[in-house]
Nanobody
Framework: QVQLVESGGGLVQAGGSLRLSCVASGFTLDYYTIGWFRQAPGKEREGVACISSGDGSTYYVDSVKGRFAISKDKAKNTVYLQIDRLKPEDTAVFYC??????????????????WGQGTQVTVSS
């Protein structure tokens, strides 16, 4: 079955950390450019980070720089999102999915290839 499955979300206190996982099955994740998005209640989905296929160059939206880190493990066919110093405003459903790449640079524009169902992150103050 071809799919992306996110995990690692949960309820944490402000200041804590989480590592989200995006596991691919049925296809090789490294052949694709992968992005993490989040959608808070009542808000539009927001792209937060992406990682390019091949050399793994990364991009972060300004609001998460210094706290979020995206990485991939080719052997595990998995992309991770490490989130440190969590804030209540990080509360959202986090999704991973395929995004565009221009040259070696990933771009936070979703494609229709693969998307997961999301994992809930809730940060208490």
């Amino acid at each position: 079955q071809v799919q992306l499955v996110e995990s690692g979300g949960g309820l944490v206190q402000a200041g804590g950390s989480l590592r989200l996982s995006c596991v691919a099955s049925g296809f090789t994740l490294d052949y694709y450019t992968i992005g993490w998005f989040r959608q808070a209640p009542g808000k539009e989905r927001e792209g937060v980070a992406c990682i390019s296929s091949g050399d793994g160059s990364t991009y972060y939206v300004d609001s998460v720089k210094g706290r979020f880190a995206i990485s991939k493990d080719k052997a595990k066919n998995t992309v991770y999102l490490q989130i440190d110093r969590l804030k209540p405003e990080d509360t959202a459903v986090f999704y991973c999915g395929t995004v565009m790449q221009v040259g070696r640079t990933c771009v936070m524009v979703p494609t229709d290839d693969y998307w997961g169902q999301g994992t809930q992150v809730t940060v208490s103050s």
